[in-house]
């Protein structure tokens, strides 16, 4: 019986290594010189659908701020005063014929037992029927408000609002980052998180880099903490769009009504504030009449209750009710 030494093995096993080494250079010419002879067409690229908000392929991504869907911001750039109808039930047809005639719908998750899945329902009935969807989330957290702009709303409603951090929460968790630093988000950026939603859906592809410049974002004057610092608010929060002087619980925490000297005094506070920022002022369509307002919670053929030019009760008018 033949025996290989080692030393043997290891000259047999050099010479197959060197003879594998020679054969692999040979192969990878004869490949390249057929290459450069008669290149073969490049396999074309598979197809990668458009992310939501981004273009499809070939056609340059949209620019951010170049779109606005919200007609709540057109309309006001236009001067006019914008109304609404409120839903607190799941009814989906009742929703559609809210929707008549009127320029955006309050759909009411403070004061109601609406679900999630009926909100969201209920955006898509209300975008579907021309009008524009804004949500009184309960409170001003992330998972609220995250849920509201996800499901497609365009107006974020924050009630109680009376302190800095919450009209801060308001705007962050309203609006999403930077985005892509060549294309950036319009400011201000938030901590909004992009994930699979209801929203691009409704908005079409130009919400993610457009949703910033199209969601408002309106707090709530509800008790005299919000009075002292509504001024604050507006200086030191940067996205506030909207404030609103709720006419209700604005009396009922104070311990007046519409039309006290008190009530006035502190309604005439948070309207020069706002105004005098160039924010939009809100309040119950009763006050259509009233100087400044100009996005009411209610119709358009409300029953006005009596103020002047410069804010003050029509001695002769009903009292409010």
Not at 98 to 119: K, N, V, Y
Not at 121 to 132: D, F, P
Not at 152 to 168: H, K, Q, T, W
């Amino acid at each position: 019986m033949n025996s290989i030494t080692p030393v043997g093995f290891l000259r047999r096993a050099s010479r197959a290594r060197f003879v594998r080494m020679a054969v692999i250079p040979a192969a990878l010419l004869v490949a390249a010189s057929l290459s450069a002879a008669d290149p073969a067409p490049a396999a074309p690229a598979p197809y990668v659908p458009a992310a939501p908000g981004q273009a499809p392929r070939g056609v340059p991504p949209i620019k951010a701020g170049s779109l606005t869907f919200n007609t709540v911001i057109t309309k006001l750039a236009e001067g006019k005063q914008i109304f609404s109808n409120t839903l607190s039930e799941p009814d989906l047809a009742a929703a559609k014929k809210a929707c008549e005639g009127q320029d955006f719908i309050w759909i009411e998750m403070q004061h109601s037992t609406l679900t999630w899945r009926e909100t969201q329902q209920l955006v898509k009935v209300v975008a579907e029927a021309g009008c524009i969807p804004f949500i009184r989330v309960p409170t001003a957290n992330e998972g609220d408000i995250q849920k509201a702009t996800d499901a497609g709303a365009l107006g974020i409603i924050i009630p109680m609002v009376d302190s800095v951090e919450e009209a801060r929460n308001a705007v962050m968790f309203s609006k999403f980052p930077i985005g892509h630093r060549d294309n950036p988000n319009t400011k201000p950026w938030g901590h909004r998180s992009s994930g699979g939603a209801q929203a691009p859906s409704l908005w079409g592809p130009g919400y993610n880099t457009n949703a910033n410049n199209n969601i408002l974002v309106m707090v709530l004057i509800e008790n005299p903490a919000g009075v002292g610092v509504v001024d604050d608010i507006l200086e030191e929060v940067e996205g506030i769009d909207i404030v609103m002087v709720a006419s209700n619980d604005f009396g009922q925490h104070g311990g007046d009504r519409d039309g006290d000297a008190s009530y006035n005094a502190r309604e005439k506070l948070v309207r020069e504030a706002v105004l005098s920022r160039g924010k939009i002022l809100a309040g119950p369509s009763s006050w259509q009449d009233r100087p400044g307002y100009r996005l009411f919670q209610g119709r358009r053929n409300a029953t006005n209750t009596g103020y002047d030019a410069k804010g003050d009760r029509i001695p002769d008018a009903p009292p409010a009710k």
